[in-house]
């Protein structure tokens, strides 16, 4: 009778390539979740560890993660906003423990849902500051994102069920070659900072003066009616981050400016007080102080801050009142500066290509 061979004669054993392959799988997790951990690009733990800058890869939920680690009842002021408010710095607001809750894109449904979760999570601030972007006014909602624990208004995931993803190994692997995906980064305290290799900003050769330009409608008022209910304790005060007076330009060009004061009018009787820092000035004709004509440097907010604190006088320019005057004001300076810096407009076909592609970027 033949001898029987051995279940693992003549080739390698399953059980022991099998135990290799998980041993050899648990370790990749272990050494992701390790990276990630270290470099901590969604602020699980205070943010990158290893030194270095934090990136904004995903500012609404590396802001929540911060907020809530901070501890939501600690704060007495919020900034709410576009990436244009995020260089707003908190501690500029002397008297307050403010959370900048800005980020990348905001609109105003996006700000309401946060607003509404600071608040479920226990803050009550006594100041609120809410960026007020004219485009909103100009577009319609679209392709809203915001997490889905912010609009169930609970705690986020498990911080390792974040850190065991692709997309946060990718954003630490990014962290470590400094390969930021956007001129603006963060610091240690979650304050935003230009990056020292921040492009130069060139104004356009020429605002494209559009045949049939969008006007500035109210639709969206009812969404910072509702946002400022979410507060009613606070002072809120209501500010349009600065842009270029090339960006305001099209208002003159376009026939627009009688609707974007009319506008923001309105929206200036939802606050307690409103300002519209992108009036024309000679600090938005500094092309020294922006990196492309919508993000202004964190010492320029420095002063705007001191501004919205200061008590309130009519003689302050950015100090939104009556819409007549408001418009009468805006008028003015925008005419002057435009003659001031020979700035000109036209129809697409004679504008060149640089001024079509900034006219997307500004829509």
């Known amino acids: 009778m033949a001898a029987t061979p051995h279940p693992q004669s003549g080739g390698a054993d399953p059980r022991r390539f099998l135990h290799s392959f998980v041993a050899t799988l648990l370790l990749a997790l272990a050494l992701v979740v390790l990276l990630n951990r270290l470099v901590d690009p969604l602020w699980h733990f205070g943010g990158n560890q290893v030194g270095g800058p934090n990136f904004a890869f995903n500012e609404r939920i590396s802001k929540a993660n911060a907020f809530l680690r901070a501890g939501p009842e600690s704060f007495d002021c919020l900034i709410l906003g576009s990436s244009r408010a995020t260089l ?43 960026g007020v972007d004219a485009r909103d006014f100009a577009t319609h909602p679209h392709d809203l994102a915001i997490p889905p624990f912010v609009l169930a208004q609970r705690e986020p995931p498990a911080w390792w069920r974040d850190y065991l993803s692709i997309d946060a190994l990718l954003f630490s692997l990014r962290t470590l070659i400094d390969d930021s995906p956007l001129p603006r980064q963060y610091n240690a305290a979650l304050e935003a900072t230009i990056r020292p290799d921040a ?12 045949p049939q330009p969008t006007p500035y409608v109210g639709q969206r008022l009812q969404v910072y009616r509702e946002l400022r209910a979410v507060f009613p304790e606070a002072r809120a005060v209501g500010f349009v981050p600065p842009v270029s007076v090339w960006d305001m330009a099209p208002l003159h060009f376009e026939g627009t400016l009688d609707s ?89 076909a004679d504008c060149p290509r640089s001024a079509a592609i900034w006219l997307d970027r500004r829509a």
């Open 199 to 210: 492009p130069v900003f060139a104004p356009p050769a020429c605002v494209m003066r559009r």
């Open 88 to 130: 707003m710095r908190a501690q500029d607001l002397a008297g307050y423990r403010c959370f900048n809750f800005a980020f990348s894109a905001a609109q105003p449904e996006e700000m309401l849902a946060f607003a509404r979760y600071a608040r479920a999570m226990g803050t009550r601030p006594r100041l609120l500051l809410v």
């Open 260 to 348: 974007y004061a009319t506008t923001l009018s309105a929206a200036a009787t939802i606050f307690d007080r409103f300002h519209d820092f992108a009036l024309p000035s000679a600090a938005t004709a500094d092309t020294a102080v922006t990196y492309d004509g919508e993000h202004y440097s964190p010492v320029l907010h420095t002063r705007l801050a001191q501004r919205l604190l200061a008590p309130e006088t009519e003689a302050d320019p950015s100090r939104v009142w009556a819409p007549q005057d408001y418009a009468r004001r805006l008028r003015t300076a925008l005419g002057q500066w435009i003659e001031t810096l020979s700035i000109e407009a036209g129809p697409p």
